[in-house]
Structures are given as C-alpha cells and as structure tokens.
C-alpha cells in the first residue's frame, strides 16, 4: 500500500516548512542552462528571467509517476556525483536549489 498524493504533497510541504526551504525553492520557473563546475563543485544555472543560481545541489521535479524525464543541461552527462533520477509528478514544475 503506497501513499497517495495527497498524503505526499502534505508531507512535502510539512518538510519544506520545517527545514525552512522556503527561500530556496522556485516554483514554475524553467532552467535555460545548469552547468556543473568541476574546479568549485558547484552548479551554475541561469533560469527564469536573468536568474542565476549557484548551488551545491540541484534538483528538478518534473515528468509523470510512470516515466522518468532526464533533464537536457549542458556537462549533465559529465558529472561524476551521485544522480537521483526521480520521477516526481506531484509538483511537476518544481524546481529546487540550495546553496
């Protein structure tokens, strides 16, 4: 028996309050570009309009339950970190980056 999405939405939205990610969360905005930076093990992404993020982490929520969406950035398939290919369909413009 899994959760439904109601139930995940609410335990999402509990979590970003209580680790205070509010800030660092953006909603319905589109990445033009996320490069990875090898030198500063950073993410640089520019997104929206004339946004530009530096982070350590970056993660995109995006794509149905059912099939996974790979995301199109330049130097993605050069990382050599850790990739967590998630399909969430629950908030599927959500964009999230913490520096």
Known sequence: MYPGQDEIH???KRCVQRYEH???IRLN???QEAIWNEAESVWRAAAGEGM???ARVLTAGFGG???PQYPK???FERFAGPQFI???GIT???CMART
């Open 65 to 67: 339950l059912h099939v």
């Open 10 to 12: 609410d335990y999402l």
């Open 22 to 24: 509010a800030s660092h």
């Open 86 to 88: 998630l399909p969430l």
């Open 52 to 54: 530009r993020i530096r």
């Open 29 to 31: 905005t589109r990445f």
């Open 73 to 75: 950035l330049t130097g």
């Open 92 to 94: 599927a413009s959500t």
